[in-house]
């Protein structure tokens, strides 16, 4: 079974500061990817990874994928509070998508 | 883009009742749909993997007597909670696939059981 260890679980920063989520795995995905939810709605794809090694920027993100493909991180640079919302990472695995827990992201203002 | 829509958006019934909830691919054919479960502050469970013509593949502890699946047609699948009760009550998300590896989320079904 494929397991997806995501941490933290939550994080309350002030708005500006700078954070990092991990994924980790003893798993190899053949691609991982990054999803963000709010409240009441359906999980919105942010980015694939799929080389070893990669980065890929998305304004203020920064999305990597390990160079083994078992891990990935998320980092956020000067975080608003627009960034808020739960962040899921989730491995693609044959037929299915393997979720990590998810960490809940609270910038306070 | 990809649009994946699913209906109703959200529903409130009596226990005992019978609750169907539709999950749409609006521009492109989707063989393949999954329907998940989430609680509050938590992360999306695979309930069952929904392929067009055939039955639905369910994950481990899902009931599938109670939560019916019928993948119709390449744009449609519906799940269906039967007998619905209050620990039935949850947000219900498809998902459509679309390819070897894209997923495209519907906006999700919030289900209370009175």
């Known amino acids: 079974t494929q397991l997806l260890e995501q941490s933290p679980q939550f994080l309350s920063i002030q708005e500006g500061e700078n954070l990092t989520v991990y994924c980790n795995s003893s798993s190899v995905f053949s691609s991982l990817q990054w999803y963000r939810q709010e409240p009441g709605e359906g999980p919105v794809l942010l980015v694939t990874v799929v080389t070893g090694g990669e980065v890929k920027k998305l304004k203020r993100l920064t999305f990597q994928f390990g160079d083994a493909r078992k891990d990935s991180s998320l980092h956020i640079t000067a975080a608003q509070p627009g960034d808020t919302g739960l962040y899921l990472c989730?491995?693609?695995?044959?037929?299915?998508?393997?979720f990590g827990a998810g960490t809940i992201l609270r910038v306070k203002s | 883009g990809a649009v994946v829509s699913q209906h109703p958006s959200r529903v409130i019934c009596k226990s005992g009742t019978s609750v169907k909830i539709e999950c749409r691919s609006l521009d492109f054919q989707a063989t393949t749909m999954f329907w998940y479960r989430q609680f509050p502050k938590k992360s999306l469970m695979l309930m069952a993997t929904?392929?067009?013509?055939?039955?639905?593949?369910?994950e481990q502890g899902v009931e599938k007597d109670k939560f019916l699946i019928n993948h119709a047609s390449l744009t449609l699948s519906t799940l269906t909670v039967t007998s619905a009760h209050p620990e039935d009550s949850s947000f219900y998300i498809c998902?459509?696939?679309?390819?070897?590896?894209?997923?495209?989320f519907g906006p999700g079904t919030r289900l209370t059981v009175l």
């Open positions: 998902s459509a696939r679309r390819g070897y590896n894209e997923q495209f």
């Open positions: 929904s392929n067009e013509g055939s039955k639905a593949t369910y």
């Open positions: 989730a491995g693609v695995g044959g037929n299915k998508l393997v």
